[in-house]
């Protein structure tokens, strides 16, 4: 079977993957990221029913929870929010108060990876607006990969499901091309020094109120953390 490659324009590699998988495939989106934004807008083009998985940590910047919908309601999207199994009070009160400063690691596995791997499970192939530029752990992103769902709570082994990257060959700049010309709005904290939106505790402002950044320099600052662990354990399609 002939694989959408960085070669392709993400418009095809998404036609492409609404044609081969049809109700098997999910998208997920932070609503923290302009790639986010054009990933979306090209899916919405070629069939708004293909179902978008939000995950809701709890810890989200009230601008991006508003974000979201304000770009769900204009492009018609079909969010399936998605929570943790702990609210952030049971989660204090199982592993003791601010467990991001003491295991991020666990706190994202928690309230991210569990939940998204959890919803994975029923499907057959998950698209994500990464790109090779974005971390170092991306720069071998591949535009189809295979990636390994991690054992998860509560539902035992994991497996092994297709990855979508439409977006992986392209820069940051592309993006926000993209965006310009297509008139979309964005999560508005990207113009307040935030280079990229995840959780309030563990992202920070990297320059003034004001200005637009173009990396993931804010998160986890102080650690050598980078990634939450949705994009790890990935390889390339067989
Ligand atoms: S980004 Fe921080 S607060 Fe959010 S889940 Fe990960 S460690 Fe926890």
Not at 23 to 32: M, N
Not at 162 to 180: E, F, H, M
Request: aromatic share 8%; with cysteine; proline share 8%.
């Amino acid at each position: 079977m002939i694989r959408p490659t960085l070669d392709w324009k993400p418009e095809e590699t998404i036609r492409w993957a609404v044609e081969q998988l049809g109700k098997g495939l999910v998208v997920s989106s932070s609503f923290g990221n302009p790639e986010g934004t054009a990933l979306l807008h090209m899916v919405a083009q070629v069939d708004p029913s293909v179902p978008v998985a939000w995950v809701n940590t709890g810890f989200l910047f009230p601008e991006t929870v508003a974000f979201q919908e304000r770009l769900s309601r204009r492009l018609g999207l079909r969010v399936v929010e998605v929570v943790p199994r702990l609210t952030p009070e049971e989660q204090a009160a199982r592993y003791g108060d601010d467990l991001w400063a003491r295991d991020p690691d666990l706190c994202c596995r928690i309230r991210k990876v569990e939940p998204l791997f959890t919803l994975l499970q029923g499907y057959d192939a998950w698209m994500t607006a990464i790109r090779r530029g974005q971390t170092e752990a991306r720069t071998g992103a591949r535009v189809v990969e295979e990636h390994h769902l991690q054992p998860v709570h509560p539902v035992g082994p994991g497996r092994t499901i297709t990855k979508i990257n439409p977006l992986a060959g392209w820069s940051r700049q592309q993006v926000w091309a993209y965006l310009d010309a297509h008139d979309l709005p964005y999560n508005p904290l990207l113009d307040e020094g935030y280079p990229s939106l995840g959780c309030v505790q563990c992202t920070r402002r990297v320059a003034p109120a004001g200005a637009r950044v173009d990396d993931r320099s804010g998160r986890w600052w102080g650690s050598q953390k980078t990634e939450c662990g949705l994009h790890t354990a990935t390889r390339p399609a067989g």
